[in-house]
């Protein structure tokens, strides 16, 4: 009964304890939530459910007007032109004609195919279904320009410029369209305005051109430096420049001009034929046949260089082979006329007058207004035995060209040989007139050559009429008269004047004169010295075009080019008399193109 007692008591004392430690466990937890609640608590964010994501929606459907349009352009870039133009119908049918890009396809393809009023009624077709769009009015407009419709062009380009403004495109095109017109100020004030807008190079080169067109080759030098500047790695800005240099005579900027286009391009033909020229100026064939070799690797169908090769066998005196040459170059481009006057030129240095005769008439028929070849054609006429042709020949290219020195002494060599010495005389004091004005410009290209003919006939003419002159103008002797070899001009002895009627401006001819073949020519070298330049040829003109923009061809002008000449080898002469033998001028190398 104890133990059962004493069971009991240990279990109330626990029960006890238990009881105390849970009410000190609430007591803690009171004293817990009240230190909590003096602490100021952070709201809680409300938990916002996640949408669902959107159910894919299926791709827009592209409109039925530009359903093809991407089809039509791969075709388009391939060439592919038969497929593209059954597309564009496709197209066009289904749209009933108003799918904007089929029709613009459709007007390319139409100018490509030489289409151009078609291709324009298209072009108007777009602008007028998209009249915001600017690119339907440039295309409008180089439609109209090809049509050579340059005003209507000029309109239309206005009114693309009001949409598109700052538009280098719109204002070069307006530049090129006044160059047409040939209003020149309007034109450099477009270009000068486009690069303004945005530098390119074929802005420079059409503004370069301009200026060559009105003859001022200096500022069209610096038109190309500023080119260069912009674009420092343009074999033909560099080869260009060169050609401009080597007009003026600045070999040393020419040769610089052309090294660094070689340096960028070794296989530029343009810069090959320019160098090789400039070493055939000097006399150093070898190596101008060496530059043309390379420029014949690569260009072997270019007359001007198989022209230039032919020159190059005739400094050497390879006449054959000179023949052969400017016969090749003449098959490739039979209206040449410098091609023809070389021809003509060999063949007279030859002794074959009659076929001296015939390229140069086809050269005169060319080129009607160039004096050299009139006094070449005399100098054939008089060895043909044609005396009355050969002075007519004579009076056109005293007409023709009023600075000349060797047509005046040709002319008066002539007639002395034919016995009117009054009238040599004449002309010989032309000759002195502009030998007088020659020696104030350029004293050291002058060819000495001429000097020598000039003294040896000076005298000679002074013989029959010494004793006249004598009692007019002084008492000397008649010996020593024929001893002086000074011109008359600068001699104590008599001197005619010119007659007023010789410095006039020259006058073409109503009518030529009918020619006929002759003998060669008797004085000629090959000095180094004697090398100039002759009066420029287009070229350049460069095609030049809207590269990548509108393929607008060059104008039609005559753009500045190099004509190099050198002196021809003397032949054999068969009259002991040097001095009576008419003076063929130096032969000509053609520009390179």
Known sequence: MSTMNDLGEEETQKSKSLVSLEDNTLQNDEEEKRALSDIPQIPQIPKVKAKPAPKPKKPPEIPIFERKNWLIHLHYVKKEYDVCKSLIKEQLTETGGMCEYAVYVQALILRQEGRIQESLELFQTCSLLNPNNADNLKQVARSLFLLARHKAAIDVYNEAAKISERDWEVVHNQGI????????EKAKECLKQAIAFARHDLSYIMLAKIYLMEGDINQAIEVYKRAVEFSPENPDILSTMGL???????????????????TYNPTHTKAILAAGSMMQNHGDFDVGLTKYRIAAQETPESAPLWNNIGMCFFGKKKFVAAISCLKRANYLAPFDWKILYNLGLVHLT???YASGFHFLSAAINLRPKYGHLFMLLAVALTHLEDPDNAKQAYE?????DSRDLSIPLNYAVFLYNQGE???????????????????????????????EVGTKLGPALQVGESLVWKKEQQMAAPAEQNTRQSPPAEATGPSVPPPSATFQEPRPLKQSAPLAPIRGPSVENNNSSDVKSEENVAEVVPKSGLSGVDDLPSPPTETPAMNIIDDAPEPPSHDPEEKDQPRIPKREVLPPL
């Open 177 to 184: 369209c006044y160059l047409y017109l040939k209003e020149y």
């Open 244 to 262: 401009l240099y080597m007009q003026v005579g600045q070999f040393q900027k020419a040769f610089e001009h052309l090294g660094n286009a070689l």
């Open 350 to 352: 030859m002794q074959q």
């Open 396 to 400: 056109q290219a005293m007409n023709l």
């Open 421 to 451: 010495r009054k009238t040599a005389a004449k002309q010989y004091a032309i000759y002195e007139h502009r030998l007088k004005q020659a020696r104030e410009k350029n004293p050291k290209a002058i060819d000495p050559e001429l000097l």
